[in-house]
Structures are given as C-alpha cells and as structure tokens.
C-alpha cells in the first residue's frame, strides 16, 4: 500500500498564514482596545456630573504591541465643588494588556496645588511614580513613590523635603489601608516656631474602619481605626514608636489609648533638650519615673498615654493638648 506524500511546504505555509492571521486580528484588538480607552478618557474628562475634573492636553493612546497607556503633555484636576486644582508636567501611563486593571504611571515635576483659598503649593522631584490597581472594586488601591521631593508654598519658598517619599493607600472592604514613609525628611524652622529640627525619618502605618466606604463622598468629618505603627527616626536605631486605637471626633479632636515605646534614651533625651529644651525636665522625669520592663533592653522604654478629645494624660497626669486633625480624602481612588 502506498503511503500519502507528506508535504512539508503545504504545512508550513498553513502556519504562516496562521501567524499572519493572528498578528493581524491581534493587532485589530489593540487599536480597538486603544481607541475605546481613549474615549473612555475623553468621555470621563468632559463629564459634567463628575466630583473629580480634569483635562489631558495632547492626549495620545500608546504602548502597542504588549501594552496599552496613555500619555498627555500636561494634566490639571480640579474638584466640582472647587476644593482644589492640581496641575502638573507630562503624564505617562502603562498596563500590561493581559492585566489592565493595574497600571503605572510616571509624573513630570513641578505640581501646583492650589485650595479653595487660592493658596498655591508647590512639589517639585526627580522622579514621580504612580502604581495603582483599580478593581475589584473594594480591594482597590494607589501607590506615590517620588525621589527627592520639594514642597513649597506660593510666596513663602520650601517647606519641606526629603531624599524619598513613598505614600500608599488600599482598600479592604469598608475599611483602608494607610501608609506614608519619607526618609531624611527635615522642615522649615518657620513651621514649629523656630526651632531647628534634624533630618528624621516617619514609618507611618495605619488602618482606618469604615472609610473606604465614605471618602469618595467627600471630607471625612469622624471616624475610627488603628495605629499599627507611628515612629518618628531620629536614626536607624534610635526614636519614638506609637501604637493603638483611635477615635476622630467630628471636631477633628483625637482619642485613644496608646503604647509609646522609646528606642536607645539617652540619645532621645539629648535631642529632646536640643529641640525643646524648655520641656525636658518634665521629658526626662516622665522617663525616670516609667516603670522598666525586664523583658526590653536597658536603652528602651515603654510608655502609656491616654488621649481624650485632645488632651493627653499619663495615668492622671495631664501632659497638654493635640491640636484638631482634618483631613479630606475627597478623592477617591
């Protein structure tokens, strides 16, 4: 029995033609994609009923083949209700195509923001990234990362900056995820009454319950949550770590109950005397007269603080007063 002629040619050229077919309706999907993104913008930009405007000069849809971003000259955001407007450099954005609900972005310097007094402050940086995954929609969350960032105030000059800055906000059903850390951060002396401050770093980490579910409503008036960590860093190995519960009051006045752990004493102490000599004999006897635990090092201390509307006690002695806290998350994510 004769066996069938195996013809190579025939096969390969049905593959080319394959390829060739799938690279050509692939690409068709991209530049559908790409066109429906860039009126999904367009669209979302010219939306009148929107809490958050903005407009994208030079919009350009870009990344092809594997990814997909877009790009513009310039931004500006503004809120409806005239809170604040924002303005800043050149835009640049990217998703992988298999997975567009997380997308990159990186930001050109300088960025002016200006509130609804007109105010104007200013944040300059080397480089600005944005990383943000924006479903499902209660697990969603934003990363800012920038290097060598500036803020400054219209009229006024730099207020402050730090080597790095990275600022991270998630969801978790009702509840969010906050966390801020710049390092080698250090402020103007006009802005805690003249006293100059040495270079310090914050580790910031907070949850706070039942704000996810408000925040894109508007300023956030009350709440609760919890201080997982707060530590000022004088050094690597020496600062002040706070932890516990807190209560927001609609006055913006804070409560709670709080363990404050001081890392290496002596050299906390010595700074409190550099930068507010005229409370470090009440610093230090708060320190001589704190209980020592067996279990920390010789060179740590564990604190309680209680606050209530503001104003602080240790056990029943008052210590002062915490100014009222606002924020307005009235950005959602």
């Known amino acids: 029995m004769k066996k069938p002629s195996y013809n190579a040619g025939r096969r390969i050229g049905w593959l080319m033609t394959a390829v060739i077919a799938a690279i050509v309706l692939y690409s068709a999907g991209w530049f559908w994609a790409a066109d429906m993104v860039d009126r999904t913008v367009t669209a979302s930009a010219n939306d009148e009923r929107a809490s958050l405007r903005f407009s994208c000069p030079g919009q350009d849809v870009r990344g092809f083949p594997f990814r997909i ?40 310097s300088p960025v002016t923001i200006y509130d609804a007094a007109g105010t104007a402050y200013r944040l300059d940086w080397s480089v600005g990234r944005i990383n943000a995954a924006t479903a499902p929609v209660n697990e969603r969350m934003v990363a800012f990362e920038a290097d060598d960032i500036r803020v400054g105030l219209d009229g006024i000059g730099e207020l402050a ?38 270079p310090v770093g914050l580790d910031i980490d907070l949850r706070l319950e039942d704000w996810a579910s408000t925040w894109s409503a508007g300023p956030v008036a009350a709440g609760s949550g919890m201080i997982n960590r707060v530590a000022l860093l004088l050094t690597d190995d020496r600062g002040v770590i706070v932890e516990g519960p807190f209560r927001l009051s609609p006055d913006g006045l804070i409560s709670g ?77």
């Open 69 to 108: 971003g877009v790009f513009c000259d310039a931004f500006e955001v503004a809120a409806a209700d005239g809170s604040f407007v924002a303005s800043g450099g050149a835009v640049r954005s990217a998703a992988q195509v298999y997975d567009p609900r997380r997308v990159v972005a990186e930001i050109d």
């Open 161 to 198: 900056r730090a080597d790095r800055l990275g600022l991270y906000v998630r969801e978790q059903g009702a509840a969010m995820d906050v966390a801020m850390r710049p390092r080698a951060l250090t402020i103007d002396p006009a802005l805690v009454g003249g006293r100059a401050l040495p």
């Open 257 to 333: 109950d709080f363990s404050v752990r001081v890392v290496d004493v002596p050299g906390v102490l010595a700074a409190a005397r550099d930068i507010v000599p005229e409370l470090a004999p009440q610093i230090e006897t708060l320190a001589a007269a704190a209980p020592r635990q067996a279990s920390m090092p010789d060179d740590e201390l564990s604190l309680s603080f209680t606050v209530r509307e503001g104003r602080v006690f240790a056990g029943f002695l008052p210590l002062g007063r915490i100014p009222p806290v606002r924020l307005d998350l009235s950005s959602g994510l």
